[in-house]
């Protein structure tokens, strides 16, 4: 039967994925390959391969710990299987409590970024200071830069810790904003027939 | 004299000459633009009055507060374009175009927030450590390689211990105090009256200094009388007893 915890053979690949099991055991950040292959001092090829050597021994449910691709690295993860015995020794403060508002102007951020305040109240009609700051207290987002002129706003952007914990992989990998809701013609039409119903 | 209110502070500004209500009155019917206001010009204009009365007004001071955060806020919106004058501006076809392509995107990004949500709850169960961003592996520093004996020669330079600094220069020479005291003592015998700032206008600075201070030193015992007609105006000294004559004399009639 196989192991998670079996010493891997001394096969050059095998050894390169001890050194990179190693790396993210110690990470507290998902690891780039190009980070990996810096600090293993070998070819990022290679460290994928090792990567994917250890996906497969990091899998559910053959184990506890997984091996996941997340915010543009690797990272591990604790199985979904164990997340009760997880909730019961932690909480987890930086989801906890988002409010609508707040999701919204996350939102605003994770697609159109880095973007500014006064552009995410001008998207929500309504002044967007609170979940702001709220988000950069959480570390969803986080400071990217000015608007260009002086006294320019303060544009943010998402953050790895957004990608991370929403198991995106990348911001690529959020849905297509067309995919989401009806597009500009539907609604004028809507609205249209709504200003026609009121003046007939 | 009693101080004038602010309302009626006169203003010389480049866009408007005359008092301050007159100047928000034209404001209020928009008869002036605000962005055409100086209001840095408004403030120096009462701070300048300000230093010119004897007595602090907080009156007139929180009366001027109010009114001028009250015009910076009017310039402070007409300096940023007016969303509802733009819709406004527009032909009701194309405002209602602006409408729903603002409304799109905003249903848009609450379809994305509802999106986010759906996801953070069906992630719940994903659990991993937290931490500071990783130290990415630093590069070693390499430096090029050295020459011992010059190395060792840097050293001993820097062991070296550094040649005392010479404070010759920083010396100052302050004339007695006495000095000044005689001199302003014999002018007094024979004027009745002299100007400190005529007096010592020839001396260097330090001597400047010491002068004023054998001038405080004589006005503290008693022996003199100073007077100033404004701050900075030249500071005119006379002999108390003079002074006193001519109090008395104007008392008395």
């Known amino acids: 039967m196989d192991s998670p915890l079996r010493l891997i053979a001394p096969n050059p690949v095998d050894r390169l994925a001890r050194t990179v099991e190693a790396l993210l055991v110690v990470a507290s950040t998902p690891l780039s390959a190009a980070e990996l292959a810096e600090a293993a001092q070998d ?3 290679r460290v994928e391969t090792a990567v994917g050597l250890l996906a497969e021994r990091y899998s ?19 199985s979904r299987d164990e997340a009760e015995a997880c909730a019961r020794l932690f909480e987890r403060p930086v989801e906890r409590g988002l409010s609508p508002a707040a999701l919204e102007t996350l939102a605003i951020v994770a697609y159109l970024g880095p973007c500014s305040r006064p552009e995410v109240a001008r998207i929500r009609g309504v002044a ?22 002086p006294g320019g706003a303060v544009r943010y952007r998402t953050t790895p810790l957004f990608e991370r914990v929403f198991g995106l992989e990348s911001l690529a990998a959020l849905p297509r904003l067309d995919d989401l809701a009806e597009d500009a013609d539907a609604l004028r039409e809507r609205l249209l027939e709504v200003a026609s119903a009121r003046a007939s | 004299m009693p101080p004038t209110p602010v309302r009626e502070l006169e203003l010389d500004l480049d866009a408007f000459e005359g008092p301050f209500d007159l100047l928000l009155t034209l404001l209020l019917k ?36 109010v009114l001028v955060s009250a015009l910076l806020e009017l310039k402070a919106r007409a300096l940023f374009p007016d969303e509802a004058a733009e819709l406004a501006d527009l032909e009701p076809e194309q405002a209602a175009e602006e409408l729903a392509r603002r409304l799109a995107e905003y249903r848009r990004m609450k379809e994305a927030a509802a999106w986010l949500a759906e996801r953070l709850a069906s992630e719940r169960d994903r659990w991993f450590r937290l931490g500071p961003a990783p130290l990415a592996p630093r590069g070693e520093r390499r430096l090029a ?28 020479r302050f004339p007695p105090v006495s000095q000044f005291l005689e001199r302003f003592r014999a002018l007094l ?33 008693g022996e003199i009388a100073l007077s100033q007609a404004a701050p900075f105006a030249p500071i005119r000294v006379s002999s108390s007893d003079d002074e006193r004559t001519r109090t008395w004399t104007a008392r008395s009639a």
């Open chain 2, 145 to 172: 390689p050295q020459d011992p004996a010059a190395l060792a020669a840097v050293l001993r330079a820097l062991g070296a211990p550094p040649p005392n600094v010479s404070l010759a220069h920083m010396a100052l």
């Open chain 1, 60 to 78: 559910e449910p053959r184990s506890g710990i997984v091996l996941e691709h997340v915010a543009g690295g690797y990272a591990f993860r604790a």
């Open chain 1, 43 to 45: 070819e990022p090829e």
């Open chain 2, 189 to 221: 015998a024979r004027r009745r009256l002299f100007d400190f700032d005529a007096e010592v206008r020839e001396l260097s600075r330090i001597e400047q200094a010491v002068a004023f201070l054998a001038l405080l030193e004589l006005r503290k015992s």
């Open chain 2, 30 to 65: 928009e008869a002036l633009e605000p962005r055409e206001v100086d209001v840095s010009g408004i403030v120096l204009a009462f701070v300048e009055r300000l230093a010119g009365t004897d007595e602090l007004d907080l009156e007139a001071c929180g009366e001027f507060l």
């Open chain 1, 128 to 149: 967007a200071d609170s979940a702001v700051a709220s988000l950069v207290e959480r570390g969803l987002i986080a400071e990217a830069g000015r608007e260009s002129g």
